[in-house]
């Protein structure tokens, strides 16, 4: 059941992911997207956790297919956060991995992106 918490539909945050340190850098509005506090520090660890088991192989697959330099670097893929016992948002994330192709074999070095919360828009289509 989708979360019937009050929440800016179709909001669209930014994000830096540095591959080569594992380490991210978040707007603000994302941070509250995926329910961490301002001041919380973000982590790959943390945002595995808020993703439901059933929900994290495709998103796994999908952040796969942009690291892997044979491809074009694109990223796509929906998700749901969830929120309380039961409850959850939709997240549509979309961006572009950066490789060094200089290294060999060409590594991604870098992700950037936005994720939208699409729960209202899919929740209109009757999703």
């Known amino acids: 059941m989708p979360d019937a918490t009050p929440s800016a539909s179709q909001l669209s945050a930014e994000f830096d992911h540095d591959l080569v340190c594992d380490t991210l850098v978040w707007s603000a509005a994302l941070k509250a997207l995926y329910g961490f506090a ?8 943390a945002v595995k956790e808020r993703i439901p088991p059933e929900d994290a192989p495709a998103v796994a697959a999908a952040f796969a297919r942009a690291c892997d330099p044979s491809g074009d670097g694109r990223f796509r893929c929906e998700h749901r956060i969830a929120t309380a016992p039961g409850r959850f948002r939709w997240l549509r994330i979309e961006g572009v991995t950066v490789f060094d192709r200089d290294n ?15 729960t209202d828009a899919l929740a209109a289509r009757g999703c």
């Open 38 to 45: 301002r001041d919380d520090a973000a982590s790959m660890l």
């Open 104 to 118: 060999s074999p060409p590594r991604a070095i870098r992700s950037i992106g936005t994720v939208t919360d699409v």
